[in-house]
């Protein structure tokens, strides 16, 4: 067993123990090589298309009200009072560590690298390959090297490949300002991380809550649902998001990732936990990372938003590409 931390050190609280970092009170969310071996020995059979076509798009520099571009899988263009946010940026063919192996992208991405507008800041919510793509970062950083914002550990990942990377970390609960324009507060989530098979939970997971110009936007990042609780606090600390970003794919079988990511009734009940204003779902059919079939996230949002009476309107499924602007 590891006995240093390559990515963070710092003092043991609520949800760091010295080497690891942890989910205080929710399931435990390793899974350990018999678990991955019973999944692929009872993965059905439900192969994704190998392209489905989309139509990029070219935003704006700027926008002054509350506009989400989704690009694909968790990489969505937040503009917001002026300020340009970009999440966890995907550019890459494969979410994977080697570019021969590992899923493939299905849908290019909503928007050219070199259509992007001035990126204020990139929010990054974790480590794992699908999220943390180094060549997509090195990219823009040589274009327009913006701020980087993300949990503890993060960035020493980051600086091994990007020496030169502005980077700003913190705890969960922690803020960081992008000016006067803007504060990104890093949130918990119910996930856990690891880029190799010996650093699980060493750097930390988390989401944002995004204030700026009288509007809260929440980007979850990847996450489980778990008891609820940490969805209920952040509706009581922050009040009631106008928008909700909320991960709505990668979810079967749900004995291996329930605690992990949420299935899409679990993503409703965090829009209704959060009292959010609107939601839009992401993190679904871009890569194929687990058992469901590729339209399955958009079905079930559509039928349960229907059994719960909430308008669809009010919850999109967004494909790369698709433009969401928040009214008000």
Not at 187 to 203: E, F, I, K, T, Y
Not at 204 to 218: D, E, Q, S, T
């Amino acid at each position: 067993m590891p006995r240093h931390n390559p990515w963070y050190r710092g003092p043991v609280s609520d949800h760091f123990d010295g080497l690891r970092f942890f989910n205080p009170g929710e399931p435990d969310t390793d899974r350990g090589l018999r678990d991955i071996l019973r999944w692929r020995r009872l993965a059905p059979d439900n192969p994704w298309p190998k392209h489905v076509e989309i139509a990029p798009v070219v935003p704006e520099p700027h926008v002054e009200g509350l506009t989400v571009t989704m690009v694909g899988h968790a990489t969505v263009l937040i503009q917001i009072a002026g300020i340009n946010l970009l999440t966890d940026p995907l550019w890459s063919h494969r979410a994977s560590p080697v570019r021969f192996a590992g899923p493939k992208r299905v849908m290019q991405p909503g928007i050219r690298l070199d259509d992007l507008p001035p990126i204020n800041a990139i929010l990054l919510s974790h480590n794992h390959y699908d999220h943390l793509d180094i060549a997509a970062l090195r990219n823009i950083h040589a274009r327009q090297s913006p701020l980087i914002v993300t949990p503890l550990g993060n960035d020493a990942i980051i600086r091994r490949h990007i020496s030169t990377a502005r980077v700003e970390t913190g705890d969960w609960g922690d803020m960081v300002a992008i000016g006067q324009q803007a504060e990104i507060h890093i949130v918990p989530a119910l996930h856990w991380s690891s880029r190799g098979p010996a650093d699980r939970r060493m750097a930390l997971w988390g989401g944002f809550m995004i204030r700026a110009g009288g509007k809260l936007v929440y980007f979850a990042g990847d996450t489980g649902y778990g008891t609820g609780t940490i969805f209920r606090a952040l509706r009581q600390k922050f009040g009631p998001p106008d928008l909700a970003i909320l991960p709505i794919g990668a979810y079967d079988p749900r004995w291996f990732m329930a605690a992990q990511h949420v299935n899409p009734e679990e993503a409703i009940q965090i829009m209704r936990d959060l009292d959010a204003r609107m939601a839009v779902g992401m993190h679904w059919g871009v890569f194929k990372l687990t058992d469901e079939a590729r339209d399955d996230p958009a079905e079930r949002l559509a039928v349960g938003l229907a059994a719960d009476g909430i308008a669809p309107e009010r919850f999109r499924a967004m494909l790369p590409g698709e433009v969401v602007r928040v009214p008000g």
